[in-house]
């Protein structure tokens, strides 16, 4: 297997693989990657600082790109030295505030005088080919203009040789790493490790082809001080251009669409490559224009002309890639979840090539003022937010691995489930059974889900705080560009950064303790609701009653404590709201005391366990299951669906019907002439028949006996069974004994008992005689029948579940 990607072998140079980097691989990448983005760009492209959003208060005038202290020109076009002392401090109390309300008068004046100095350079544009011939010939001495024809030559020449020597690299490098290449890469770790390692051995051709490059001219030229000078501005620019190669590359992947990490096509993403290929090769070779002008001492006015053009030909390409893509990168934008993405990715995407476009063209109209105004640093601004925006994607992409590799390993990797496997084959071994090889992966596979599903709360939750970091830091670097550092000392801007930066740690460790306590108690609450269970069912266990309180405690200790923190980052002194909490709280303490009780009430009955979130209790003045638990009271759900809130401090006493177990016992009828010897043994079978049935049996903490006959009547014996059950089963199993009992008692003869009245009229002789019943005797005989109704037979037949309790 070739080290290169398959689908074009010669646009890559090493593959991310089944060997794991180490710590310094990561560190090394992300160096070199970093050394890219900040050293690509020629030594003036970056911004300069501001007080002074055009003007030079605060800062001493340089000559552009240079830094070197410049005359100030004035609009004659005329150049008088500049006054010693220009530098202007902010007077004491001044701040920042002062500064922004100028900026406006700031950039009526320095407009002004930056258009009249674009006019005396403009007056100069007939002679600046003259200028730029003789200065050329005065470079050459003696040879004229023939020292640029030997001079590109040797270029050639050095340029073929050092892509020669690349090229060689390349080609070990696809040798020596072709089993880093994962074709099957599926995480996004391997993915990144893969683009990282591909970059970082391209980035080694791009420095050896420097230093071939240069090698070879310094032997083959000919020592021109304007040769080498040409050379190096050629061959520098060069090398960037191969590095900026190397960066989209491996940003867009056009050749690994495996490895690719932005949803786009292979179609996208090549015509994206090429596009912004052409772009960075068009605006660096205006740069090098710049660059190679100022290092032969031309005019510089005409170096300012060439670094306004240069800054305006990036703007129109910057521009023109953000309308022709505007709609893939809405897409990207929107992510996964498309018309569904939260409202603000959708606006963000459906007008984000607006906002870039007319940042483009501010950027390039305040570059242009400064350049005219001989301000220092002043043609980064156009290209800063793609500069940014490379460093924001490096950094993440450490993040990610970090977060992968080092602090949440993943635990669905195919080593992984290798390992889970071997694993469940050895325990097969052990216990003697046969191996079955499709089965033992399957098994791995969804071991290894599960465990990785175990860990999604958190990957998720550092995903995010990798994100917010990046886009900070970002903005960060942006406004430092533009000379606005928002993480500063001193400021209001830079205040406001370190609250933001409290108010993410205090969002992470919000976030972690709630996920780590949620789980918990999803692990604790009982796997499915007993909807048999009338009332008394199994509550939930004590940690996860005890948890959510614990929870809501921590949750409130970090915001008070993320409260306070920024409230002293804002300048408030939180002494004295340290001291009047403890006043209020001491006023508490004495005008609630009720408030205080039920606290404390609350508490020691948790403590010592007395009832728990999920169990039935009778308090006396109320009783059902306890649906929720907080600092000062419980609320309970009565089986009826009342539902009452009792505060901890009125509670005298607790009757847990949840805990342990639970004694049904069963009364019912049977005849006189009944065999109570074979009715025990039935009774006896049946409750053996149930203890060995799957769903019944575990119920049973106590098998289903016969208690004999508790009572005789004048029409029945009383007979009664009971059985003990874990809590709230009781009632599940009250229907199938009866229903086996009926069955069992009419199989073998037993009957029940029917409720019956004997009703005896007195004659008239006064003898006592049942009679037929006519209109007389049947009036006295209901009368007598439901009189005995209306007292029952007391309260060993059972009952309603509110009646038992």
């Not at 614990?550 to 306070?564: D, E, P, S, W, Y």
């Not at 805990?659 to 069963?666: E, G, S, T, Y």
């Not at 008992?753 to 009703?759: D, E, S, Y």
Request: with cysteine; proline share 3%; hydrophobic share 50%.
């Amino acid at each position: 297997m070739r080290f290169s990607h398959p689908t074009n072998r010669r646009s890559c140079l090493a593959d991310g693989g089944r060997k794991r980097p180490g710590k310094a691989f990561l560190l090394l990448s992300g160096l070199l990657a970093l050394f890219l983005c900040l050293g690509g760009l020629p030594s003036g492209a970056q911004a300069q600082g501001i007080p002074g959003l055009f003007s030079g208060k605060g800062s001493t005038k340089t000559d552009t790109g240079t830094g070197a202290p410049a005359a100030e020109t004035t609009t004659d076009g005329n150049a008088q030295p500049e006054a010693a002392g220009s530098v202007v401090a902010p007077a004491d109390g001044a701040g920042e505030g002062a500064n922004l309300l100028q900026t406006v008068d700031e950039f009526t004046e320095d407009a002004v005088e930056a258009r009249d100095v674009l006019k005396s350079i403009v007056q100069k544009i007939p002679e600046i080919q003259d200028v730029m011939v003789e200065t050329l010939r005065a470079q050459g001495g003696e040879r004229g203009l023939n020292w640029m024809s030997s001079t590109l030559v040797d270029i050639l020449i050095a340029v073929v040789l050092g892509l020669v020597a690349s090229s060689l690299v390349n080609r070990w490098g696809r040798r020596q790493f072709a089993s880093w290449y994962q074709p099957d890469a599926t995480t996004r770790a391997d993915k990144i490790i893969y683009l990282y390692a591909r970059a970082i051995l391209m980035f080694v051709g791009v420095g050896l082809f420097f230093a071939v490059a240069a090698g070879v001219f310094l032997l083959v030229g000919t020592g021109i001080d304007a040769s080498n000078k040409t050379a190096l501005v050629v061959v520098g620019t060069m090398a960037v251009f191969l590095a900026l190669r190397v960066v989209w590359l491996n940003v867009l992947a056009p050749d690994a669409e495996s490895h690719r990490l932005l949803a786009l096509s292979n179609q996208e993403a090549t015509r994206l490559y090429r596009t912004l290929l052409v772009g960075s090769a068009i605006s660096l070779a205006a740069v090098a224009f710049c660059l190679w002008m100022e290092r032969l001492g031309l005019s510089p006015d005409i170096h300012k002309l060439a670094l306004i053009a240069a800054s305006a030909l990036s703007m129109v390409i910057l521009s023109g890639i953000a309308i022709v893509y505007r709609r893939v990168i809405a897409r990207l934008i929107r992510g996964k979840k498309g018309a569904e993405a939260p409202i603000w990715r959708r606006v963000l995407a459906s007008g984000w090539h607006f906002v870039a476009v007319a940042y483009f063209f501010l950027a390039w109209g305040i570059s242009a003022v400064r350049i005219l105004l001989d301000l220092p640093d002043a043609i980064g601004l156009v290209g800063a937010p793609l500069e940014v925006l490379l460093m924001a994607a490096v950094a993440y992409g450490l993040l990610i691995l970090l977060i992968d590799r080092v602090l949440l390993p993943r635990l669905d990797t195919a080593a992984a489930q290798e390992k889970i496997a071997e694993d469940i084959k050895r325990a097969e071994a052990g216990e003697g059974g046969e191996e079955d090889v499709a089965s033992t992966l399957a098994q791995a596979r969804a071991e290894a889900a599960e465990r990785e599903a175990r860990r999604s709360p958190f990957r998720d939750l550092f995903d995010r705080g990798a994100t917010i970091l990046v886009v900070f830091t970002s903005l960060d670097m942006l406004a430092s560009k533009w000379g606005l550092p928002l993480a500063g000392s001193g400021s209001l801007i830079g205040s406001f950064v370190e609250v933001l930066l409290v108010m993410f740690l205090g969002y992470m460790a919000y976030e972690a303790v709630k996920i780590v306590i949620d789980r918990e108690i999803a692990k604790e609450a009982p796997a499915e609701k007993d909807e048999e269970a009338e009332v008394g069912g199994t509550g939930e266990s004590r940690i996860s009653t005890l948890l959510p309180i614990f929870r809501n405690f921590l949750l409130i200790t970090i915001v008070v404590i993320a409260t306070m923190v920024i409230l002293s980052q804002l300048g408030v002194n939180i002494a004295p709201l340290f001291a009047g909490a403890g006043v209020v709280g001491l006023a508490v303490g004495f005008g609630a005391q009720t408030l205080i009780r039920d606290i404390f009430s609350g508490a020691f009955y948790l403590i010592d366990d007395a009832f728990r979130k999920g169990e039935y209790i009778d308090i006396g003045s109320a009783k059902g299951v306890v649906e929720k638990i907080s600092i000062r009271s419980m609320q309970l759900r009565h089986h009826r669906g009342a539902l009452t809130t009792v505060p901890f401090g009125e509670i005298q006493k607790v009757e847990n019907f949840s805990r342990d177990w639970a004694v049904m016992k069963l009364a019912f009828r049977v005849t006189y002439d009944t065999d109570v010897e074979k009715m025990r043994k039935i009774i006896k079978n049946f409750g053996k028949e149930l203890l060995e049935d799957e769903y019944f049996g575990p119920m049973f903490l106590a098998p289903l006996k016969s208690q004999g006959i508790m009572s005789m009547e004048d029409s029945a014996m009383i007979a009664r069974v009971k059985f003990t059950t874990k809590p709230g089963k009781q009632f599940e199993l009250r229907k199938v004994v009866y229903a086996g009992l009926r069955d069992l008692f009419e199989k073998n003869g037993i009957r029940f008992a029917h409720r019956q009245v004997t009703v005896r009229v007195a004659g008239s002789d006064g003898d006592e005689e049942v009679v037929t019943p006519g209109a007389r005797e049947a009036a006295a005989a209901g009368a007598a029948a439901a009189g005995m109704l209306g007292e029952g037979i007391g309260d060993e037949t059972g009952g309603s579940a509110e009646d038992q309790l």
